[in-house]
């Protein structure tokens, strides 16, 4: 670590150049880096996707106030108000392995023992890329999230920290969930996290991931990419909770990509952040893929969530299946933009999106946008969206039954979110969000 | 000791109109009150004054319970002193089981000081309590793990209110309209559970127009309500000439009143034409 390295605020030519000073990675890794630099220079030039982000307010963000991290911390990942696990540095029961960040470095990782046996690699970006380069070379950036889409993609593809790596060879299930936490705990420190998971054919795996923060007051930012390439056959479920304070600028392109009879579920939860935006997409790339999408959001105060999500179909007989489920409460905002793609190949398409917003204030609003583009001719795709307000006569019902106003909140949140619940699998994640929410509602404090 | 539930010269307004003009009534447990008038009398209002619904506010008069002022206390803070509503218009909540709203529900009531997050009743005894009071009711165990009054037809909302009053197994139960809506048998049926569901312990206000609730739970005391006032009281047989004959003979007897109920229902008009 290099004082002046420390000390060089923003994204430009010069912090580049002293962040790319410190890295010690191959070659290649800082070419990638260097084009996408370029590219981001270049995207500074042209607005953002109207479509995608004319309704996020970004008057706001300054990213010249932060610097990047990934060179030193000195907080353990247990300062982290973390919710899915209690302690991740060490491996309890119930997870086969845990990886954490903080501010952009690597601060724990380990795997049992009979799973590196088994060529599994679970682990930090950096390192992985420096031992096992050849088996992520042909995967990162290259298949799902490429440098190239937009600002925030080439930003993070110049900048990246690090992040987590699953690499699951042929046909290796792993039963128990991995754990992976992304922290930040110095004050207008950028993160840069790279999720990065590959299931090779008939690999299965469940990943847990989570980002939160050192304290609720200081600003931090993520810059963030997210990676599922799930082999014919692969069967992955991954959760990211995002769990950052409400002084966090969250900014993410997340994609999976699930070839023949693969299936991927995805479950997002929105907690965190004073803004998020994810674009978000998944890639039915082989006949009979699947993919389902599971959301859950609780926006208080004045935070704005934002998803944009894209479920591409690209070969026949392919399922997507994406529900988004929001709570919003105070002068929160949430914006949901989805679009489900078929191209002509992809015959006998099964794709579902649908939206539904709970409001619990009179001041907080959502905005739901499916939408659809079909070139097949074979389908059947529907859309949906709805909103609700918690009326006063339900909360007076609960009331009237002994329950306090809490609890008659409590109530019909989890109410509301039940169907979703039910959609996911992993317990610990059930409970995990349900706890967010008695968070988030002021219960047990 | 038996408890006593006290109204004393009530006045509630809805959006600053004044709907309940005074009505005093004391209620001890193990009564049995009717309480009748016409549409638009104030019934209702009455019913949700006393659970604490924030749009009906005492203006005037206090209830109590055992000298325990009510006037200020929340909801939930009156149930777990023993009042229970059975609703005219039970509501629905989404998403959340019959059997896990009651646990809830029973769980408070039975610990008053209980706080959110505390432990909920065992479920092994709550399981059979309720399936025991289902079977009672005649009630399809399979309602246990429905949606609260999702896709109910009005019968089984009303049902599921009696349910809940037996569970709960309140002091003072008052019963809006919980006959309309449903068939003759489905009262006879209704009335026979609740006159096995009350006793020494519970007092209840019926509020009916008609009397094949009262069938198995003959009322000690029938009160009329006109134009927000407790115009008359009476025994059983009032309630009887009420169903029988209407509301005419209260009104002639009590012009005043009559002409305030005739004011208030223009009044309706008007603000409905405003709308
Ligand atoms: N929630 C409400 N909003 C507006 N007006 C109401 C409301 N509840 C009752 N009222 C008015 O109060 C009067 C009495 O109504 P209610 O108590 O429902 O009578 P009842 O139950 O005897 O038929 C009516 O004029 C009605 O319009
Ligand atoms: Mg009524």
Redesign the pocket.
């Known amino acids: 670590m290099t004082t002046s390295a420390a000390t060089t605020t923003g994204f430009g030519a010069e912090a580049f150049q002293a962040f790319l000073a410190t890295r010690n990675e191959p070659g290649w890794v800082s070419d990638l880096r260097r084009a996408s630099f370029g590219l981001y220079q270049e995207s500074l030039g042209r607005p953002l996707n109207p479509e995608e982000w004319k309704r996020v307010d970004l008057r706001a963000f300054q990213a010249n106030r932060f610097s990047v991290g990934g060179r030193a911390t000195t907080t353990p990942a247990t300062r982290m108000g973390t919710l899915l696990g209690n302690h991740p540095t060490t491996c309890e029961a119930g997870f086969a392995g845990a990886v954490a960040h903080v501010d952009g470095v690597v601060v724990d990782s380990h795997l049992a023992a009979e799973l590196t046996a088994k060529g599994v690699l679970f682990g930090d970006l950096n390192e992985l890329l420096r031992t096992h380069g050849d088996i992520l070379k042909p995967h990162l950036m290259t298949r799902a999230v490429k440098p190239g889409v937009d600002r925030m993609s080439a930003w993070h593809a110049a900048f990246w920290t690090g992040g987590t790596v699953l690499y699951v060879p042929r046909n290796v299930v792993i039963d128990q969930p991995l754990y992976s936490l992304i922290g930040l705990a110095t004050p207008q420190t950028m993160d840069g996290s790279h999720t990065l998971v590959i299931l090779e054919e008939g690999a299965q795996a469940t990943l847990l991931e989570e980002t939160a923060s050192a304290t609720t007051t200081d600003a931090g930012l993520h810059v963030g990419s997210v990676e599922l390439l799930v082999g014919k056959r692969a069967n992955l479920r991954y959760v990211q909770l995002q769990n950052w304070n409400q002084q966090t600028w969250h900014f993410a392109h997340q994609a999976g990509l699930v070839e023949q009879d693969g299936s991927l579920q995805w479950t997002v939860g929105g907690i965190g952040s004073r803004l998020a935006h994810i674009h978000q997409e998944v890639f039915l790339d082989g006949k009979g893929a699947r993919g389902e999408v599971n959301g859950v959001t609780f926006a208080t105060d004045r935070q704005t969530l934002s998803y944009y999500t894209q479920q591409t179909h690209r070969s026949p007989n392919t399922t997507s299946d994406l529900l988004y489920k929001d709570v919003l409460r105070d002068e929160a905002r949430v914006i949901w933009r989805g679009m489900i793609r078929v191209d002509q190949a992809a015959q006998k398409t099964d794709g579902y999106q649908r939206n539904d917003s709970l409001l619990l204030s009179p001041d907080c609003r959502a905005d739901s946008i499916p939408g659809l583009e079909i070139e097949a001719d074979d389908v059947r795709c529907t859309h949906g969206a709805t909103a609700g307000r918690v009326d006063a006569d339900q909360i007076f019902y609960c009331m009237a039954r002994g329950m306090s106003r809490y609890e008659a909140m409590h109530m019909i949140v989890e109410g509301f979110f039940h169907g979703i619940y039910d959609r996911i699998a992993v317990e610990a994640v059930r409970q995990t969000l349900s706890r967010a929410v008695e968070v988030k509602l002021g219960i047990g404090q | 000791m038996s408890s006593v539930l006290k109204i004393e010269n009530l006045w509630v307004s ?2 600053g109109r004044a ?1 309940l003009k005074g009505v005093s009534l004391d209620v001890k447990q193990g009564e049995i009150h009717a309480l009748m ?1 016409p ?7 009455l019913a949700y004054a006393l659970m604490g619904h924030p ?1 009906y506010e005492i203006t005037d008069g206090r209830v109590e319970i055992d000298g325990v002022e009510l006037n200020e206390l929340e909801p939930d803070a009156r149930a777990r002193l023993g009042l229970f509503l059975a609703f005219q218009y039970p509501v629905t909540i989404p998403g959340v089981k019959v059997a896990d709203f009651l646990r809830h529900a029973v769980t408070n009531v039975r610990n008053p000081n209980r706080k959110e997050g505390e432990d909920l009743m065992p479920m092994r005894d709550f399981r059979k309590e309720l399936k025991g009071r289902m079977e009672e009711l005649d009630m399809d165990t399979d309602f246990a793990r429905r949606y609260l009054n999702e896709g109910f037809s009005g019968g089984e909302k009303k049902r599921m209110e009696i349910l809940q009053l037996a569970m709960l197994r309140p002091k003072f139960a008052v019963l809006d309209e919980t006959d309309s809506g449903l068939d003759s048998d489905a009262v006879r049926f209704v009335s026979q559970s609740l006159a096995r569901l009350t006793g020494p312990d519970m007092a209840l206000i019926i509020i009916t127009h008609h009397d094949r609730l009262l069938e198995f739970n003959k009322p000690q005391h029938t009160h009329v ?1 006109l134009a927000g006032r407790i115009v008359e009281t009476g025994d059983a047989a009032l309630a009887r000439e009420l169903h029988d004959h209407g509301y005419a003979g209260v009104r002639s007897r009590h012009p005043d009143a009559a002409a305030e109920e005739k004011e ?1 229902l223009e009044q ?1 008009a008007l603000v409905g034409a405003n709308k």
């Open positions: 809805v959006e709907i008038g549409n638009g009398s104030g019934k209702s209002t749009k309500l208030a309706n």
